[in-house]
């Protein structure tokens, strides 16, 4: 007994019975926390880059198409298919809805650029489904049908319109006020729709998301297809493409306002080969330092001579002299070629 007594005694006294409320009060915050942390919204960001060059390579894929379908057309009669221009861009471009976005695949442009749409108003944000936030469906049946109508039908419309009151002078037309308020509705929606399309790209650049319009509207936004894919598009050619075009482009520029014969008396006193400038300068005119277009040649040297040189250096004399190591010439021994 006494034995007892000493351990407990050295154990110290006994907690109070309450000891594991104040324990669970403590420790309950921080399992709160824990619980909660699957709730946490994991911020993603999309490149603004790669949803611009998506559309890009887009618009190009589309115009590849044209392309290839103009030269089937190409023995037909000539014109035939320019009154038909916005049906064929129209019948393309809803190709290429039909064939990626109504099956829920990405367009080439997207493809390429690891970009998919996903409808954020059905996105999970929290969960414990969510793991890299790139998670969430595709869009539905509604936002595919009105995203055929707006980028298709809109654009169809808009360019048959723009033809149509062109060809009957809408913005002409004086006398008739209706056709005048017509164009008036035109101009201006097309105005506001500018200004609309400048304020949404001012958001984009500032959040990333909703590069146009119809996909603010419809809350289709682009999400990575692959949270581990890097894009698949090297721009390493396009840019030495971009740089030999603008060269090439410069020197077309500049070089029908160059003249041969200064670039020549400038790059003279570089040149290493004396023999070719001297023989090189034998073809100029010894008098004007010009090279002739329509030479003459002065016997018995057999020196050309251009025609302004014979006209301003005879002085009405019966002789030139063409250099220091040729004798006088008679202006009458000066033959055209």
């Known amino acids: 007994m006494p034995q007892v007594e000493s351990a407990a005694a050295s154990e110290g006294p006994a907690p109070p019975q309450d000891a594991w409320v104040v324990e669970f009060r403590r420790l309950l915050p921080r399992w709160e926390s824990l619980r909660d942390s699957s709730k946490v919204i994991i911020p993603i960001s999309i490149s603004r880059v790669n949803q611009f060059d998506a559309a890009r390579l887009d618009v ?14 190409s023995l037909v009669k000539p014109g035939l298919l320019f009154q038909y221009e916005p049906e064929l861009d129209a019948f393309l471009e809803f190709l290429i809805w039909r064939f990626s976005i109504w099956v829920d ?48 039908g809109g654009q169809y419309i808009w360019s048959r319109l723009q033809s149509f009151s062109a060809f009957r002078r809408w913005g002409d037309s004086e006398q008739r006020p209706l056709a005048r308020r017509a164009w008036g509705l035109v101009q201006n929606a097309e105005v506001l729709y500018r200004a609309a399309s400048f304020f949404n790209l001012l958001l984009f ?29 090297s721009f390493e050619y396009m840019n030495r493409q971009l740089v030999w075009n603008e060269f090439s482009e410069m020197l077309l520029l500049l070089l029908p306002l160059l003249n041969s014969s200064s670039v020549k008396k400038f790059l003279l006193p570089f040149s290493k080969d004396k023999s070719a400038d001297s023989s090189g300068n034998e073809a100029d005119c010894p008098i004007c330092r010009s090279s002739p277009s329509i030479p003459f040649i002065a016997l018995p040297c057999q020196h050309r001579i251009a025609r302004v040189g014979v006209g301003y250096t005879s002085f009405g004399n019966d002789y030139l002299i063409i250099q220091r190591n040729c004798q006088s010439v008679k202006k009458n021994a000066v033959y055209s070629i």
């Open 205 to 233: 650049l500032h959040g990333g998301r909703y590069k146009t319009i119809v996909e603010r509207i419809l809350k289709a936004r682009f999400v990575y297809g692959s949270p581990n894919m890097n894009r698949a598009v």
């Open 60 to 73: 190009e894929m589309s115009a590849m198409l044209k392309e290839q379908l103009l030269k089937v057309f």
């Open 105 to 152: 695949k990405p367009t080439p442009g997207n493809a390429l650029m690891n970009l998919r749409y996903r409808d954020e108003r059905a996105a999970p944000i929290t969960g414990k489904e969510v793991r890299t936030g790139l998670e969430g469906p595709g869009l539905s049946v509604y936002q595919k049908i009105f995203y055929c109508i707006s980028f298709v």
